[in-house]
């Protein structure tokens, strides 16, 4: 039997790896860096709190509602700013996110503000979380192993050549930007159904800043490396949660240490994977080679 805390803990990890998914693919398979969408979790979170406690919608239905809704709110906000390149992007998102925020803070009578939301069915539990994880990680491995993949990744490695190449490459970007938004929608939804309270300070900028940071952290372009990278740090803040002032230092200095060690990220562009264990195994030895060109 687990523990109901590890339980809790593998729940969040699971939710946040949803989550860190959607980030991975407009941040390492797309190259739009952002630091807003946390806004879009809150857009899902409180989307399938209200449907659910005040609506009497069956929670399912409810978090697929979040995550519809806060696609579409991608999309609508990505028409227009996707026209920014480079680091305008990056500061339109934390606008947008904070701008999502700053709404639900104070738009009292419909999402009851700073005051929070209670009550909320706890409907995620951990085969829930478990069984959306893994069917997003599906629906993720085939979309960027596809067609629409290998477009998101020309636009990445060189934007002016894919357009010259005859990619739509605004098309490709809103859509990526859109699937990221539905991915963390379904996260927000399901972290609302597993703290059954909600508050618009839980999806702050600190929470936007922290789904990009795993992103780097895991390898920008690697699916698995962002999903490890989420574990490891959310295992890193639990284990130091009891010397919470020092917390969030060792975090900063667990992300500085693979970032110098590391800068490509835990797994740099690797999944795990046959192909991964083929090019550790098929690397010579150093000597081996010197050995050859002598």
Not at 86 to 98: K, Q, R, T, V
Not at 100 to 107: P, Q, T, V
Not at 223 to 248: C, D, H, K, N, W
């Amino acid at each position: 039997m687990i523990s109901g805390y590890i339980e809790g803990i593998i729940i969040l990890i699971c939710v946040n790896s949803i989550a860190a998914m959607g980030v991975s693919l407009l941040t390492g398979f797309t190259g739009i860096f952002t630091l807003g969408h946390a806004g879009y979790m809150a857009i899902g979170a409180y989307t399938a709190a209200i449907l659910s406690v005040r609506h009497d919608v069956p929670w399912f239905a409810a978090v697929i509602a979040g995550g519809i809704l806060a696609m579409v709110l991608a999309y609508l906000i990505g028409v227009p700013t996707l026209k920014l390149m480079g680091d305008y992007f990056a500061i339109a998102s934390i606008g947008l996110g904070e701008t999502i925020r700053l709404i639900l803070e104070n738009w009292q009578s419909f999402t009851r503000g700073a005051r929070g939301f209670p009550g909320v069915t706890n409907f995620t539990t951990l085969p829930v979380a478990a069984a959306f994880f893994l069917g997003m990680l599906i629906l993720m491995r085939f979309l960027i192993n596809g067609n629409y993949g290998r477009a998101f990744k020309a636009c990445r490695d060189d934007y002016i050549a894919a357009s010259l190449l005859g990619f739509n490459t605004s098309h490709y970007r809103v859509l990526s930007l859109t699937i990221s938004g539905f991915y963390c929608g379904i996260a927000g939804a399901l972290l609302a159904g597993f703290l059954t309270y909600l508050q618009p300070v839980m999806f702050d900028m600190n929470k936007s800043t922290e789904l990009t940071a795993v992103v780097v952290f895991g390898g920008l372009g690697s699916l698995s490396g962002s999903i490890i990278g989420t574990a490891v740090i959310g295992m890193v803040t639990e284990v130091f949660r009891p010397i919470s002032q020092y917390r969030m230092l060792i975090y900063g200095a667990t992300m500085v240490l693979i970032m110098v060690v590391r800068p490509e990220g835990i797994m740099g562009q690797y999944e795990i994977g046959p192909k991964l264990f083929r090019s550790i195994f098929s690397r010579k030895p150093r000597n081996e080679v010197d050995g050859a060109h002598g």
